[in-house]
């Protein structure tokens, strides 16, 4: 695939069943104009999506990104998509898809201001080559994200569970970390609590445990995390959730940036202090994300 794959959706209620739901997609030409100058998820960010991994066709976790798809849009207020008509959206997509590594956007916005259904769309494209950064890891500073930890309960208006199209922040975030002199950034709470980087889960390891910021207080649960939870439980591992102190990143064996696309990143550094990684463990993770994952 030289070039973006684009299809359009015609949303059905969540409700509505049908055998086959080809007749609701329409392919564009992703390189053409598709959306109206109108559109509320180019002017505010008013909507949600989700990135899903495709490796040599397979659409990775695919039911749990359309479940938290579906999670977005309740907290957002949208109308409840319809999960087998994603499903099959996100199939057609992956034929679109060469041998090898690629990517898979779902969109689901508020539509056209003042329009009479939302927009959606499903796009796919070649992934960047991570191969670098799976191996010689990055180096991350921690930034205060503004808010503490019970915000998100408090104050539900701000959406921080949901993975919205509102990426100003982390972007912002990703480029304070290149003036610092790293390669990303890991968020902590107002009041001293690790969250999670603008574009992935945090995992630590602490001898044979591995420990992961619970997902509450405005962390997005990780697909991918939770793929590797699995993977380490079943290779006899302890695994948890919990609230981590800042002061605890100092402490880990070691750890990780997981996420759908760049899959696991060691951490070579924290506010330029050396963590170890472990290429020989990193290596085998990356394997098993690598293998066909539903």
């Known amino acids: 695939m030289t070039r973006r794959f684009a299809l359009i959706i015609d949303p059905v209620p969540a409700s509505e069943e049908r055998i086959d739901y080809s007749e609701t997609f329409t392919e564009v030409d992703a390189a053409a104009p598709a ?16 990135s899903i991994g495709v490796v040599d066709g397979h659409p990775q976790e695919l039911v749990p990104h359309l479940h938290r798809l579906a999670h977005s849009a309740q ?17 057609v997509a992956a034929t679109a898809c060469p041998p090898g590594e690629a990517v898979i956007k779902l969109i689901l ?14 796009t796919a494209a070649p992934a960047s080559d991570f191969s670098w950064v799976r191996t010689e890891g990055v180096r991350v500073v921690t930034l205060d994200r503004g808010y503490d930890l019970s915000a998100a309960e408090r104050a539900p208006w701000l959406l921080l569970g949901a993975k919205t199209l509102s990426y100003a922040v982390n972007m912002a975030a990703l480029r304070e970390a290149a003036r610092r002199g790293a390669d990303d950034a890991i968020f902590l709470s107002s009041d001293g609590f690790v969250l999670e980087a603008p574009t992935a889960s ?5 001898g044979d ?11 997005l649960h990780g697909t991918t995390q939770l793929s590797v939870y699995d993977h380490l439980a079943s290779q006899g591992f302890t695994t948890d959730y919990a609230q981590v102190p800042a002061s605890d990143l100092a402490k880990a064996d070691a750890a990780w940036l997981v996420s759908s696309v760049r899959l696991a990143a060691p951490i070579t550094a924290i506010d330029g202090r ?16 690598l293998s066909p994952r539903d």
Do not use: K, M
């Open 35 to 50: 959306l109206s100058v109108g559109e509320l998820s180019t002017q505010r960010g008013d909507g949600v999506f989700e």
């Open 75 to 91: 907290l957002c207020d949208l109308p409840a998509p319809n999960i087998e008509q994603w499903r099959q959206a996100v199939r």
């Open 109 to 122: 916005s508020r539509g056209v201001e003042h329009g009479p259904t939302p927009t959606a769309w499903v």
């Open 209 to 219: 445990r591995f420990v992961t910021p619970a997902p509450n207080g405005g962390i």
């Open 202 to 206: 945090l995992i630590l390891r602490f």
């Open 274 to 289: 050396r963590v170890a990684a472990d290429r020989e463990f990193t290596a085998e993770l990356n394997r098993y994300l």
